[in-house]
């Protein structure tokens, strides 16, 4: 078993896919063992009639598939793999070991996780278990072979799905085996213990360590905790995790080295794993997303959670694993999707590179936690609105199957680092307002709203394709990022840093001399002062934006001021400026702008870089995949009104030829394929 210890600098690029259909992929999670034999009879001709051409199953049924320890029952997953099989549906086989069954928690119940307060979590759920239990990595493996032995040359088999969302509902544990394992971790990071207490900074409150048994995990104490030693927690967690799914990966492997394997992530919505090391590990990246319901920008957000899953392909075609036809459970309040949104969803995630579109779940579960929610085919059962929508969706997808394989290209990247996330959001930080992924949304949002694709990249990424790189408060840069992002913008490229970036290295040290250490050089700026604002404080500017938030006190070397505070703590100093350095430039944006202020700022840039912007024509969101002969331009109208959009070519939806100009009618999308 190997795994880096660095997130990789660029994500792989293979399109690796699945064995079968030239077309898209269209199903869900489908979970027959809470119902009777003629309920699956049923369930396969609906399946049938809306198109469903893949099911993942078995994802919590370890219980079922091994009763008791070492004693097996496969009768039941026998005849589904049968059935399903004779209907031509695929198989996405997952390993069950998301849900320990009662068995293994009574017998090692020393795997049982330990939150960071000391709690020991119960079972009677699914999603937990120690990462670093040698018991659980053991049953874990045992199960998986006996799957992997008894289908591996079953036809239907065309992908495995190893566990479900690892790193959720929580993900860190403070039991003993993940201390012992985290020393280890520790020796194999850092060596000697001279160089850890070096690099955790251990002479503040007298925390030096003598031995490394001394070492604990980073639990609940009475202040805050070390930060440089929060930091390799999270690491060390996101490691053990992977280790879990590579455990299971190479029992699969031995038996099917052909048939893919993945795992579902949460790219923007679980912080746990570093899916840029964890993208190197699996065959097809696979995501699961939901829409925040109450948000009005919901679907803005699920159009960066796909760009992120994209990005994490290498820009391959990727799986959604999972979203929703309508309410989830497990929200303050489960807003129902209306008519034509849960097709928009699906076809807005297809616009951004998933070749295959699933769901949560096939059929709605009567009882257990997850009673209300939403599924293919609801209680109501087939006489509905959501699964006439279904059925439809289904024909959408078969005539979208031209589309497979093709990509989207992007020439703006946003900065992604988990690890700043992590380092981000420990406490005591300078304000409360600071928010990575505040400005992440803000920033995507912007460029959303001018139809701009966006790729995301990880700092130490090659950036050499993209025109535009946008940094949007990175507070941890390490010193290969920083070398990386100067050498990008004196190599020519475009580089804009929001407040609060690159302020500490890869153990949360903060760089010596004045702020930002690790980007002072190619922003031409010093900051000796920091100063943030009050709640609700507002500053206006010389071009008569208006910052809130955060202001910075800047000495410019040889940067630009493009605006000025007017007032606020930092008055008649620099607000906005930019250093033109090498063959490229970098802006600075020093206060935190929204809304009409930030995209006039960022139109600018884009120009400068040289990107067509076009301000969305009332909420018709536009993406273009292509291949090296084929255009598909995808136009999704999010409005109430009908609107028209120049293209030419054939649309796919409708099958008509199109000519100048497309109506794309309220609450619909279009697809307009056109030979290059
Ligand atoms: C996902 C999970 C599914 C189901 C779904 C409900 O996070 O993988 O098993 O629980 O949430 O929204």
């Not at 799986?319 to 459970?329: D, P, R």
């Not at 050499?464 to 990175?474: C, D, I, N, Q, R």
């Amino acid at each position: 078993m190997s795994i880096h210890t660095t997130s990789p600098a660029s994500p792989p690029t293979t399109d690796r896919w699945l064995k079968g259909t030239t077309g898209l992929r269209y199903g869900g999670d489908y979970n027959p063992e809470q119902w009777p034999r003629e309920t699956w009879l049923e369930d396969i001709a609906l399946m049938k009639q809306a198109g469903i051409n893949l099911v993942s199953i078995a994802i919590f049924a370890w219980g079922i598939l091994e009763p008791r320890e070492g004693e097996y029952d496969f009768s039941q997953l026998d005849d589904i793999f049968g059935l399903l099989h004779e209907a031509g549906i695929d198989i996405d086989l997952a390993t069950p070991t998301a849900a320990p069954p009662a068995w293994f928690w009574k017998k090692y119940p020393d795997s049982r996780p330990v939150t960071r307060d000391g709690i020991t979590l119960g079972n009677g759920s699914r999603g937990m278990v120690s990462p670093s239990s040698p018991d659980y990595r053991r049953a874990a493996a045992a199960i998986t072979e006996q799957l992997a032995r008894r289908y591996a040359n079953h036809p239907a088999l065309v992908l495995w799905h190893v566990h479900n969302e690892y790193g959720a509902p929580i993900s860190d544990s403070y039991d003993d085996h993940s201390v012992a394992a985290f020393r280890m971790w520790l020796q194999k990071r850092y060596a000697t213990l001279d160089t850890l207490n070096e690099k955790w900074g251990t002479t503040f409150w007298g925390q030096v360590y003598g031995e490394w048994d001394e070492i604990d995990a980073p639990r609940q104490s009475a202040s805050v905790t070390n930060q440089a030693q929060r930091l390799d927690f999270h690491r060390f967690t996101s490691d053990a995790l992977l280790e879990c799914y590579i455990n299971e990966r190479d029992v699969i492997r031995r038996f099917t080295p052909d048939i893919p394997v993945t795992t579902n992530f949460m790219a923007t919505n679980c912080l746990s794993p570093d899916y840029w090391k964890w993208a190197r590990e699996v065959d097809i990246v696979a995501n699961d997303h939901y829409l925040v319901a109450e948000r009005a920008d919901n679907h803005v957000l699920l159009a960066m959670d796909a760009d992120l899953s994209r990005s994490l392909a290498g820009g391959a075609p990727w799986i959604l694993m999972e979203h929703s036809t309508g309410a989830v459970n497990w929200q303050p309040r489960n807003i129902a999707k209306r008519a034509g949104e849960m097709a928009r969803n699906s076809l807005s995630h297809l616009a951004r590179g998933a070749d295959a579109i699933l769901f949560f779940q096939f059929r709605a579960s009567r009882f257990g936690v997850e009673k209300f929610h939403s599924a293919m085919l609801p209680h109501a059962g087939a006489e509905t609105r959501v699964w006439r929508e279904v059925v439809a969706l289904g024909e959408t997808l078969g005539s979208l199957e031209a589309v497979r394989g093709s990509r989207v290209q992007a020439r703006v990247a946003l900065l992604w680092d988990t690890e700043s996330f992590w380092a981000q959001d420990f406490e005591w930080r300078p304000s409360a307002e600071l928010g990575h992924r505040e400005r992440l949304e803000a920033f995507y949002t912007a460029l959303w709203n001018r139809n701009v694709s966006v790729d995301f990249a990880h700092p130490t990424a090659d950036l050499t394709g993209y025109a535009l790189v946008v940094a949007p408060s990175l507070y941890l840069v390490g010193p290969a990022a920083s070398e990386n992002l100067t050498g990008y913008v004196r190599d020519g490229g475009h580089l804009v840093v929001s407040y609060f970036s690159g302020i500490v290295d890869e153990n949360d040290t903060v760089y010596a001399g004045a702020a930002p250490g690790a980007l002072r050089e190619v922003l031409g700026l010093t900051i000796p002062e920091f100063l943030p604002l009050h709640e609700n404080e507002t500053v206006t500017l010389s071009d008569s934006r208006t910052g809130t938030a955060w202001t910075d006190d800047i000495e410019v070397s040889t940067a630009e001021v493009l605006a000025r505070y007017v007032d606020g703590p930092a008055a008649g100093g620099p607000a906005l400026t930019r250093n033109v350095y090498g063959a490229g430039s970098a802006w600075y944006i020093s206060t935190k702008l929204t809304g009409t202020d930030l995209d006039s700022l960022l139109l600018d840039v884009l120009n400068t870089a040289g990107i067509e912007a076009a301000r969305s024509i009332d909420g018709v969101e536009t993406i273009i995949r292509s291949t090296d002969t084929d255009e598909f331009l995808f136009l999704i109208n999010h409005s109430d009104a009908d609107q028209s959009w120049p293209a030419s070519g054939t649309e796919l939806l409708t099958n008509t030829a199109v000519d100048g100009t497309v109506l794309v009618p309220a609450g619909l999308t279009r697809v307009v394929h056109s030979t290059l």
